[in-house]
């Protein structure tokens, strides 16, 4: 069983910057996909960012493309989402997910898009607001 804690949300004006943090608990935390989600009252979560094992790869939904950096220590087995320019459509409760399949991230570049139903791991989640 993997169990993730995140951390860092909080609030900041438009054009501020967070830095999301996702703990894990396994020591196998290099194997998994790893992604950040997001959602606000009565919407689905969305998938922002995702990043493969190793890190090699990652995806980001439009939105955040240029603002957003999905990145990951092995060795601290940590998780992070680096936000910058943030806008208030970026408010919303952070999940930080994992996805045991190792080809869910081969999944999310051919649909374009990361599908909560993917990922079975989760963490409590951390809010963002933003504001005006």
């Known amino acids: 069983q993997v169990q993730l804690v995140e951390s860092g949300g909080g609030s900041v004006q438009t054009g501020g910057s967070l830095r999301l943090s996702c703990a894990a608990s396994?020591?196998?935390?290099?194997?998994?996909?790893w992604g950040w989600f997001r959602q606000t009252p009565g919407n689905e979560r969305e998938g922002v960012a995702a990043?493969?094992?190793?890190?090699?790869?990652?995806y980001y939904t439009d939105s955040v493309k240029g603002r957003f950096t999905i990145s990951q220590d092995n060795a601290d087995k940590t998780l992070y989402l680096s936000m910058n320019s943030l806008k208030p459509e970026d408010t919303g409760m952070y999940y930080c997910?994992?996805?045991?399949?190792?080809?869910?991230?081969?999944?999310?570049?051919?649909?374009?898009?990361?599908?909560?139903?993917?990922?079975?791991?989760w963490g409590q989640g951390t809010h963002v607001t933003v504001s005006s």
């Open positions: 396994r020591d196998t935390y290099s194997s998994y996909c």
């Open positions: 997910a994992a996805a045991p399949s190792p080809l869910c991230m081969t999944t999310i570049q051919i649909l374009g898009v990361m599908k909560a139903s993917d990922f079975n791991y």
């Open positions: 990043i493969s094992s190793g890190g090699h790869s990652t």
